[in-house]
């Protein structure tokens, strides 16, 4: 089997945000497609759908081989087209087959590794079998329910909880600060758990009217931990400046009075990236760019399984 190991890592980049991953890798444009390496690894680069977190290249001769040497690493693979469809089609089809079908939610994303892989030429493939992301070529899709939620912001947080590999529960209390028009507040909630809903602008009144959810007028930023006590999630996709973000977590991790956090950083412009790192700094968390993200990240707490060194 000849296989070479590559160095360092390889970015899969977002669209419309690729300056953004070259910047901070420092890199002037893409190895391969969108697809980007630095010579060793990096910690606490953000801007990117997954990272192929052990890169290696193969040779081949014919489509056969190139399956049976990912067939011989592991199951899973998800292919990356940026170049040669056809040819890695006819590859695909003798590998196992990877549903790209919207799930359910909640739905526990699967022990076994996702691994990518792409064509460089007709007769080598580059591919990692260990990847950051769970998900194939870092894109999950759910079922999505387009009647009750006020906005498809809901799937940030089911994104998030996906990877977090566990969810609000009945008996457990979530803080969703900012919440209006209760996109989040409706998520945690149809999960069984209780929502106090935080902020200055009224609920859709058929969110106000689900069962466990309490709204409170207010500032969240300004409402101090000991005022609404402790809570099992704390939740947050308000449109604020990510250093008031980070002093406004900075005080409830120091209170003790959260067990798990959720939060958007909105970026004002161009990438708030001392923030950023800050949150990346914080022991346990991690920052994300998830699939249903725009111009901005999201910081996941605490994120077992998933360090810093994974991305």
């Known amino acids: ?39 060793e690894p990096r910690d606490h680069i953000f801007w990117h759908r997954n990272v192929w977190l052990e890169p290696f290249q193969a040779a081949f001769g014919s489509v056969s081989e190139a399956a049976k040497i990912l067939r011989g690493i592991q199951r899973n693979w998800s292919p990356l087209w940026h170049t040669r469809f056809r040819r890695g089609a006819l590859i695909r089809e003798q590998l196992p087959r990877i549903s790209d079908k919207p799930r359910p939610f909640p739905w526990l994303v699967p022990a076994a590794p996702m691994g990518a892989w792409t064509l460089i030429d007709d007769h080598t493939i580059i591919a990692s079998a260990k990847c950051s992301s769970p998900f194939p070529g870092g894109c999950i899709t759910f079922i999505e329910d387009k009647e009750t939620p006020p906005s498809r912001a809901y799937l940030k947080l089911w994104e998030a909880l996906t990877i977090l590999r566990r969810f609000p529960r009945p008996g457990e209390r979530c803080l969703d600060a900012g919440a209006s028009p209760g996109g989040w507040t409706w998520a945690a909630a149809q999960l069984g758990a209780e929502v106090l809903a935080v902020d200055r602008s009224p609920l859709a009144d058929r969110i106000l009217a689900l069962p466990g959810v309490e709204y409170l007028k207010h500032d969240a930023f300004t409402l101090r931990p000991d005022e609404t006590g402790p809570v099992d999630w704390l939740l947050c996709d308000v449109i604020c400046y990510p250093s008031r973000l980070f002093d406004w977590i900075s005080r409830w991790l120091a209170s003790g009075l959260c067990r798990n956090i959720i939060c958007t950083i909105k970026m004002q412009g161009l990438p708030d990236m001392e923030t950023t790192r800050k949150f990346a700094a914080i022991p346990g968390g991690q920052v994300i760019h998830l699939w249903h993200n725009k111009h901005e990240l999201t910081w996941i707490y605490p994120l077992a399984g998933y360090s810093s060194s994974m991305a």
């Open 1 to 39: 089997m000849n296989i070479t190991p590559l160095p360092g890592r390889i970015y899969q980049s977002i669209p419309r945000f690729e300056p953004y991953l070259a910047a901070e890798i420092g890199v002037s444009g893409p190895a391969w497609g969108i697809l980007y390496q630095t010579p």
